[in-house]
């Protein structure tokens, strides 16, 4: 079974990244990083608005979702030492996540970059999490 990884902070959980996690579910069997609370904090400058574990639950729940992982390590490129344990075939990313620095990473290990077109489920609006966090500001 091909072996799909994907990375992120999910701290805000909304349709766009369910829609996310099933577009990159299509490709095989689906494994999460998330960034660690502490990650977020340095990361974003801000709290996470759950904390990691309720986080990691909330993503298992899904079943689209194989495992999930907390980011052993800091910043952009915390799933880094989790390629070696999950062995992902590829690394999905959305056009947020996506850098030249990730890709040259994520390719130097053998493992194919592909990046969403992030598209919402059906007619459902598109979701992201500053979106969200703009609109409650109001």
Do not use: W
Request: a neutral charge; hydrophobic letters at 40%; charged letters at 25%.
């Amino acid at each position: 079974m091909t072996k799909v990884m994907v990375s992120g902070c999910f701290d805000v959980l909304h349709s766009g990244h369910i829609a996310f996690l099933e577009e990159a579910a299509e490709y095989g069997q689906l494994y999460v990083s998330i960034g660690s609370d502490e990650t977020i904090l340095k990361y974003k400058n801000r709290p996470s608005l759950y904390n990691q574990d309720e986080r990691k639950y909330m993503l298992e729940a899904l079943r689209c979702v194989e495992q999930v992982f907390i980011g052993p390590d800091n910043g952009i490129m915390d799933f880094a030492p989790l390629l070696d344990v999950v062995k992902p075939d590829i690394f999905f990313v959305n056009q947020d996540g996506d850098s030249e620095q990730k890709r040259t990473f994520i390719e130097s290990k053998g493992i194919k970059y592909i990046v969403s077109k992030r598209l919402p489920h059906d007619a459902l609006p598109v979701r992201s999490t500053t979106a969200i966090r703009a609109i409650l500001k109001k």
